[in-house]
């Protein structure tokens, strides 16, 4: 597909194919126009404040429009109150847009495939061409766009893992192979694990909290904690990003503790939530007002200081992941 011709563009169709409404109002100045960005039915109200020049003509690039509608689609907006230009809009992209290296790719599709099946060796059938935002499923997967789904779709095939009929972009008779079955018995796997994914800020003061709080609440509740910080053995050869998503992967539940708000925890979160994992929200009582928009609709452990936090963490795994 080719690039909005501007935000406006990308507003209407978010508009027509996912139902959300947006009303154009003035803005704070003769640079800005105020944005009211909503749908009742999932309790969406937001205010944005856009730049003119983005708003009604500056070009978004394909790749620019494809981020923006994945990111809508997973029900992933600018916080309230943002003030957004061209500037924003590709920082906004490149944090919260989900990365995934292919092999985490290649699981997460072939994990998505049985999630369709009523049993092993069940059939589905994939339909993803000239369909609405809406049925895009996708972009749930954070694709970049159809044309690398349709790669990965490719890719499995040839790995053995699926057996299909490709008919006039409808992919027919999808059923997993007995390859294709072990990848996502390893999945399974990974989900029965005992390990606890931490996301949290980096910082002298949170990581008190974690010795004080998270990592004795984990422990006691019958879990090991993984802090990332902590690990000392990551390959050479690997980033610190392919680290982590690797550490999500192979935990059965995710602590996300927003105090500080920072973007990583953002990442992380939406990531672990992607996959199906079960996630903890935890932040400071006096700095909850600031949590970004895509969370706020889950509930949070909301505490004061460390015994607060341990207290209440140990009653939430008891209920929420060991129940």
């Given at each position: 597909?080719?690039?909005?011709?501007?935000?406006?563009?990308?507003?209407?169709?978010?508009k027509?194919?996912?139902?959300?409404?947006?009303?154009?109002?003035?803005?704070?100045?003769?640079?800005?126009?105020q944005?009211?960005?909503?749908?009742?039915?999932?309790n969406?109200?937001?205010?944005?404040?856009?730049?003119?020049?983005?708003?009604?003509?500056?070009n978004?690039?394909?790749?620019?429009?494809e981020?923006?509608?994945?990111?809508?689609?997973?029900?992933?907006?600018?916080?309230?109150?943002?003030?957004?230009?061209?500037?924003?809009?590709?920082?906004?992209?490149?944090?919260?847009?989900?990365?995934?290296?292919?092999?985490?790719?290649?699981?997460?599709?072939?994990?998505?495939?049985?999630?369709?099946?009523?049993?092993?060796?069940?059939?589905?059938?994939?339909?993803?061409?000239d369909?609405?935002?809406?049925?895009?499923?996708?972009r749930?997967?954070?694709?970049?766009?159809l044309?690398?789904?349709?790669?990965?779709?490719?890719a499995?095939?040839?790995?053995?893992?699926?057996?299909?009929?490709?008919?006039?972009?409808?992919?027919?008779?999808?059923?997993?192979?007995?390859?294709?079955?072990?990848?996502?018995?390893?999945?399974?796997?990974?989900?029965?694990?005992?390990?606890c994914?931490?996301?949290?800020?980096?910082?002298?003061?949170?990581?008190?909290?974690?010795?004080?709080?998270?990592?004795?609440?984990?422990?006691?509740?019958?879990?090991?904690?993984?802090?990332?910080?902590?690990?000392?053995?990551?390959p050479?050869?690997?980033?610190?990003?392919?680290?982590?998503?690797?550490?999500?992967?192979?935990?059965?539940?995710t602590?996300?503790?927003?105090t500080?708000?920072?973007?990583?925890?953002?990442?992380?979160?939406?990531?672990?939530?992607?996959?199906?994992?079960?996630v903890?929200?935890?932040c400071?009582?006096d700095?909850?007002?600031k949590?970004?928009?895509?969370?706020?609709?889950?509930?949070?452990?909301?505490?004061?200081?460390?015994?607060?936090?341990?207290?209440?963490?140990i009653?939430?795994?008891?209920v929420?992941?060991?129940?």
């Amino acid at each position: 597909m080719a690039g909005y011709r501007s935000f406006h563009d990308f507003l209407e169709r978010i508009k027509n194919e996912l139902g959300y409404e947006f009303f154009i109002q003035n803005g704070p100045d003769a640079h800005f126009t105020q944005i009211i960005f909503r749908k009742n039915s999932e309790n969406v109200f937001l205010t944005w404040y856009v730049e003119n020049d983005l708003l009604y003509s500056l070009n978004l690039n394909e790749k620019e429009s494809e981020s923006l509608n994945t990111l809508f689609f997973n029900k992933n907006f600018p916080a309230n109150e943002s003030k957004i230009d061209i500037l924003f809009l590709k920082d906004f992209v490149s944090q919260f847009f989900v990365f995934k290296t292919p092999d985490i790719k290649i699981l997460s599709l072939l994990e998505y495939i049985r999630s369709q099946m009523a049993f092993d060796g069940d059939s589905v059938s994939l339909d993803d061409k000239d369909v609405p935002l809406i049925e895009q499923y996708w972009r749930s997967l954070y694709f970049n766009s159809l044309a690398e789904f349709e790669f990965y779709m490719g890719a499995i095939e040839e790995l053995d893992y699926v057996k299909y009929e490709l008919v006039q972009g409808c992919y027919l008779d999808v059923k997993l192979t007995i390859q294709g079955l072990n990848q996502v018995l390893k999945i399974l796997n990974e989900k029965s694990s005992k390990t606890c994914f931490i996301a949290m800020s980096f910082d002298e003061e949170m990581f008190k909290v974690y010795a004080e709080a998270i990592k004795p609440a984990v422990i006691e509740s019958g879990f090991d904690p993984l802090l990332i910080s902590e690990k000392k053995d990551i390959p050479s050869d690997r980033t610190i990003n392919d680290a982590i998503l690797a550490a999500i992967q192979k935990s059965k539940f995710t602590i996300a503790d927003f105090t500080k708000h920072k973007h990583g925890v953002y990442f992380e979160s939406g990531y672990a939530l992607g996959r199906g994992q079960k996630v903890i929200y935890t932040c400071k009582a006096d700095e909850i007002e600031k949590a970004h928009f895509d969370t706020r609709n889950y509930p949070h452990i909301v505490w004061k200081d460390s015994e607060d936090l341990r207290r209440q963490l140990i009653d939430k795994i008891e209920v929420f992941i060991k129940a």
